[in-house]
């Protein structure tokens, strides 16, 4: 059995352990509410962008812009976004797991050249010589519209010039503090919308022409659905740093539980034994 002292040194130390676990959860609550609430608020922008889009695409044929042409997916760019700190439970695990995933379903015979975005994830593929084309670290410290803009047109000027067949983005979208989903999303080439009857689709009076507009938009679709996607990733960061930290605290709590109760057990047992030398050492003087 551990001494006394042993045991309220680790009591001592699992207590101090609480309390910065304690300060992490509260600072990831205070930072997961802003990121939700930018997250959410980024929603509606997409979607009505999405739903224009789809309105003026049905009316266009895939050759009506580069962005739109599909070929044969020999070079695949992924992005990926990680956190760049860890203490976040199983976030970057799953982002990770389901990275190796995607390259296992379709690496076979694809150059697949990946795009990192957080620290974690360059640290995990950098150990394992991946192919890396480009890196970012810090993306929590810079603007959402800023970094996705950055990553956009790299992507977009990589997909033209033919240097990519085809761009795919994997983040962690969020539900909840509780849930984060890795989500796959294609972005390039972008993907057209299902066929849709005349009278479902909205009528734009569309100068100089769609063509123009095409190509002014679908750069912006591009961006948007990044800038969203890093919107996700930060709530989804936060929420389960806070989830991990509040799980840490808990566990923290029932662990001093535990040891004050080995503790004075082991209280117990010395005073009864100091109890027996002195009454031994009593009925030995008789």
């Known amino acids: 059995m551990a001494t006394l002292k042993a045991i309220r040194k680790r009591i001592s130390s699992i207590r101090n352990t609480q309390q910065i676990t304690k300060a992490m959860k509260m600072v990831a609550a205070a930072k997961l509410r802003r990121a939700q609430e930018a997250a959410v608020a980024a929603r509606p922008y997409a979607e009505k962008m999405s739903e224009l889009f789809k309105n003026l695409v049905a009316r266009v044929a ?82 959402g519209d800023e970094l996705a803009g950055e990553i956009a047109e790299k992507a977009i000027g990589r997909f033209i010039r033919g240097e990519t067949d085809a761009v795919y983005l994997i983040y962690s979208r969020f539900r909840s503090a509780l849930s984060q989903v890795p989500t796959v999303e294609k972005l390039l080439p972008v993907a057209l919308p299902e066929e849709r009857k005349p009278e479902q689709m909205t009528e734009f009076l569309i100068e100089p022409n769609v063509e123009a507009l095409l190509a002014g938009l679908l750069p912006r679709v591009v961006q948007v659905a990044i800038h969203r996607a890093v919107l996700e990733a930060a709530a989804s960061e936060h929420g389960a740093r806070m989830t991990a930290m509040d799980s840490a605290t808990s566990n923290a709590s029932k662990m001093m539980g535990s040891l004050t109760l080995q503790m004075n057990r082991a209280r117990q047992a010395s005073i009864t034994r100091e109890l027996m030398e002195i009454v031994g050492t009593a009925e030995a003087l008789k």
């Open 62 to 143: 895939r050759e009506a812009h580069p962005l739109l042409g599909v070929r044969d997916e020999k070079k695949i760019d992924l992005i990926l976004l990680t956190s760049d700190r860890g203490l976040a439970g199983g976030y970057n695990a799953n982002l990770i797991r389901a990275t190796e995933a995607f390259i296992r379903r379709e690496g076979g015979g694809k150059e697949i050249n990946l795009i990192l975005v957080g620290r974690k994830g360059v640290d995990y593929f950098r150990r394992r010589r991946a192919t890396i084309g480009e890196r970012y670290l810090n993306f929590l410290a810079r603007a």
